[in-house]
T-cell receptor, first 116, second 110 residues
Framework: NAGVTQTPKFRILKIGQSMTLQCAQD?????MYWYRQDPGMGLKLIYYSVGAGITDKGEVPNGYNVSRSTTEDFPLRLELAAPSQTSVYFCASTPLAGQGVSDTQYFGPGTRLTVL | DQQVKQNSPSLSVQEGRISILNCDYTNSMFDYFLWYKKYPAEGPTFLISISSIKDKNEDGRFTVFLNKSAKHLSLHIVPSQPGDSAVYFCAARFGNQFYFGTGTSLTVIP
């Protein structure tokens, strides 16, 4: 059971380039989330999904897109990268709320992205 | 606007003593609160949680207290151990979204 995996671990992009951050979980969790963490700040929610085919915006969605075609995968797409998107990106998953679990989120190890 | 705040960026405690980490929030609609622990270059890991209908939850050395009238929660670690040195985030849930504080870096001195 790998939990939540993220690739790549590190990436440097030039301004205007695009990339996809990959996230996968093998726990059959319905809920998945993307966060970014800037230095000295807490985690800010970018997008989340409550199940395959369903996504919604979080606090800071501008400049990002997501899709959820399967329960396992939740990729985050950056179009036209900007220096303001330099951050550490975390993916997380949660079991379906109300199933008698603590509703905690299980996090991946993060992707450190630098845009120059 | 930061809905969950951790006003102490850092805290140092002697091994064996109590560590108290604090968190304040502004949204009275939060129904669930969590504490996470984070080591460098790793994702946060769940530590302990509390429902808004309770005022205390205990798990081993970790206890979380919730004061709804003050919109304040705290994490107590007793006794503190060097392995507890990490960044601690509090988080609060509203609907399907979680809101995180900025973290407190705890150093436990042997």
């Amino acid at each position: 059971n790998a939990g939540v995996t993220q690739t790549p671990k590190f990436r440097i992009l030039k301004i205007g380039q695009s990339m996809t951050l990959q996230c996968a979980q093998d726990m059959n969790h319905n809920y998945m989330y993307w966060y970014r963490q800037d230095p000295g700040m807490g985690l800010k929610l970018i997008y989340y999904s409550v199940g395959a085919g369903i996504t919604d915006k979080g606090e800071v969605p501008n400049g990002y897109n997501v899709s959820r075609s399967t329960t396992e995968d939740f990729p985050l797409r950056l179009e036209l990268a900007a220096p303001s998107q330099t951050s550490v990106y975390f993916c997380a998953s949660t079991p379906l709320a109300g199933q008698g679990v603590s509703d905690t989120q299980y996090f991946g190890p993060g992707t450190r992205l630098t845009v120059l | 606007d930061q809905q969950v705040k951790q006003n102490s960026p850092s805290l140092s405690v002697q091994e064996g003593r109590i560590s108290i980490l604090n968190c304040d929030y502004t949204n009275s609609m939060f129904d669930y609160f969590l504490w996470y622990k984070k080591y460098p270059a790793e994702g946060p890991t769940f530590l302990i949680s509390i429902s808004s209908i309770k005022d205390k939850n205990e798990d081993g050395r970790f206890t979380v207290f919730l004061n709804k009238s003050a919109k304040h929660l705290s994490l107590h670690i007793v006794p503190s151990q060097p392995g507890d040195s990490a960044v601690y985030f509090c988080a609060a849930r509203f609907g399907n979204q979680f809101y995180f504080g900025t973290g407190t870096s705890l150093t436990v001195i042997p």
